[in-house]
């Protein structure tokens, strides 16, 4: 692993975050879901749709998990886009929304941002370079342009059928950075995105009209996964997390979001987006909840599992998959794996202070302020770890055994955290829900 990837995953660990790469690198506990992952992803790659809900209370890692699967589709060639849902900023019923997101975060193992801009270069020029190798091709610029125009609308004829636009503004974008007019062409690839500031005189061009909608953005999809097959990508890792906050939105903007949802899963398995695994997050009470996917029956049978007392015996392949919390080897485990992943000056001196026996008591330490919740620990557990060897790292007089004693403030846990610890909640802390149109409150969380 290279010094740099050492630091960024250090740096997000000790600002208490879930680093965007190098997870498999102190993944612990998740091995047995790696086989039925990939071969659902080689399904996918074969033209299936594939879907899987993730289940787990907080601190069981679900971001943590959906990031790991990102670097395994990664790793078999997929594009992946990550997007949190949320009732204000991205509703789960808010197709366009939703594609935005998903284009502004995509990467791929070449791109960790940018993606979407450099596939469609990449695709643009491979047509161009098609277009060049014909026998008998003048070299015309102009004519460039029309004949990439005419490959363009061949290649996308499907997604045409359904929705012309996507493939309307490629063709313009691309006769745009032919006859050298960036503004255009920079504009239309915006639009491509989603976005909504795009002038009406850059559409006109185009010949296309208004914002994209939830019905385009459907379309919009598939003509991504499209341009990624036809740019070597295997398909496309789509990660909705946190789908649980749907909970806690008005009764009508849950049933959409939970109609929606139910909608997608039933155009993956029709093979309406081909290439794509769509996997989404969240709590058991989001699944088995009275807020939650309850209330749309259809939804609910197509997840429907039937989870024995025993949670070893679970099935990989299921559509809905548990994760279970951090006990007290996966705490140490993971402790031992980042303390490898530390970039110290004396490497020596940082294993010989930071021991197997310190990391497993400062294990235990944090899981008894936590009122001995293993399961909530290992975000603040990692952070503090971080920060002692920070100083074992820079003070080469500091031994942990002797100077360092713990100490976790109310102000650096989040609400679960303080739950654990049995200290009383700030009204900021406090999510209020909507009345439902009875007049009642819904029951949300996390």
């Known amino acids: 692993m290279s010094r740099p990837r050492r630091r960024e995953i250090i740096s997000a660990l000790r600002q208490g975050t879930v680093p965007a790469m190098g997870l498999e690198h102190y993944a612990v506990g998740l091995e047995r879901f790696a086989k039925t992952i990939e071969r659902e992803l080689q399904d996918a790659a074969l033209g299936a749709g594939k879907f899987k809900a993730v289940r787990g209370d907080y601190g069981t890692g679900k971001t943590f998990f959906a990031r790991w699967v990102r670097h395994l589709a990664q790793a078999e060639g997929f594009a992946t886009a990550e997007v949190q849902i949320s009732e204000t900023k991205t509703p789960l019923y808010n197709m366009e929304t939703v594609y935005r997101r998903a284009v502004e975060s995509l990467a791929t193992k070449e ?9 469609i270069d990449r695709w643009l020029y491979s047509l161009e370079e098609e277009v060049r190798a014909r026998p008998g091709f003048s070299g015309d610029e102009s004519e460039l342009a029309t004949q990439v125009g005419e490959l363009l609308e061949g290649r996308l004829a499907e997604v045409s059928a359904i929705n012309s636009q996507f493939s309307a503004a490629l063709r313009a974008c691309h006769r745009a950075r032919v006859e050298n007019d960036p503004a255009t062409a920079e504009g239309l690839l915006a639009w491509l995105m989603g976005q909504k500031t795009v002038g009406a005189d850059i559409k006109r061009k185009a010949g296309i009209k ?23 990508r295997k398909g496309l890792l789509l990660v909705l ?23 997608m899963i039933d155009e993956l398995d029709d093979r309406k987006y081909p290439g794509m695994y769509l996997l989404i997050t969240g709590t058991p009470a989001f699944y088995e909840g009275p807020s939650g996917v309850r209330k749309a029956p259809a939804l609910e049978q197509r997840l429907h599992v039937d989870f024995g007392p025993d949670p070893t015996f679970d099935s990989t392949r299921a559509p809905q998959i548990r994760l ?13 794996r980042v303390r490898e992943i530390y970039d110290a000056d004396d490497p020596e001196r940082l294993r010989a202070r930071i021991s197997d026996d310190f990391i497993r008591a400062l294990a235990r330490q944090v899981a008894g302020k936590l009122g001995g919740k293993v399961g909530v620990a290992p975000r603040i557990f990692l952070r503090k770890l971080v920060q002692v060897m920070d100083q074992v790292d820079e003070h080469e007089a500091f031994d942990p055994v002797q100077h360092y004693k713990l100490d976790i403030q109310p102000g650096e846990m989040r609400p679960e955290e303080r739950d654990a610890a049995g200290i009383e909640r700030s009204v900021d802390d406090i999510e209020l829900d909507f009345a439902d149109e009875k007049g009642g409150a819904d029951s949300g969380g996390r």
């Open 324 to 336: 279970l919390p951090f006990d007290e080897n996966r705490l140490v485990d993971a402790g031992l």
């Open 241 to 263: 997390d946190e789908v649980e906050t749907i909970q806690r939105t008005r009764a009508d903007s849950r049933e959409k979001s939970l109609n929606a949802l139910r909608q």
């Open 111 to 119: 791109w960790a941002e940018g993606a979407f801009r450099s596939l």
């Open 210 to 232: 208004g914002e994209l909608d939830h019905f385009a953005a459907s379309a919009f999809f598939r003509g991504l996964l499209e341009i990624l097959k036809q740019t070597g």
